[in-house]
Nanobody
Framework: QVQLVESGGGLVQPGGSLRLSCAASASIFSVTGMDWYRQAPGKQRELVATILRDGSTNYVDSVKGRFTISKDNTKSTVYLQMNSLKPDDTAVYYC?????????WGPGTQVTVSS
């Protein structure tokens, strides 16, 4: 059983920054990549960023150049640095991992971008 817990969400003005963290209860980064998803009110959950086991990354077009995903293997923690935030980035952000065929989701952290 793996538990994922996100933190770092909050209210920020447009143009501001936040750093989200996702702590895993086990050392899983050697066997799986990690994803950040988000879900805005009335919309489907969207894949935002991925970091693979080898550290390579992928992003949805709408966040390229503004968001950075990274991980600390020693802390079993993945991060999402979000800069130049826009109101459209408002959503609940979730981290996700698939470990040996089992899907694990964190409970989510709310990010609100508003003046």
């Amino acid at each position: 059983q793996v538990q994922l817990v996100e933190s770092g969400g909050g209210l920020v003005q447009p143009g501001g920054s936040l750093r989200l963290s996702c702590a895993a209860s086990a050392s899983i980064f050697s066997v799986t990549g990690m994803d950040w998803y988000r879900q805005a009110p009335g919309k489907q959950r969207e894949l935002v960023a991925t970091i693979l086991r080898d550290g390579s990354t992928n992003y949805v077009d709408s966040v390229k150049g503004r968001f950075t995903i990274s991980k600390d293997n020693t802390k079993s923690t993945v991060y999402l640095q979000m800069n130049s935030l826009k109101p459209d980035d408002t959503a609940v952000y979730y981290c996700y991992a698939n470990v040996l065929g089992i899907d694990y989701w964190g409970p989510g952290t709310q990010v609100t971008v508003s003046s």
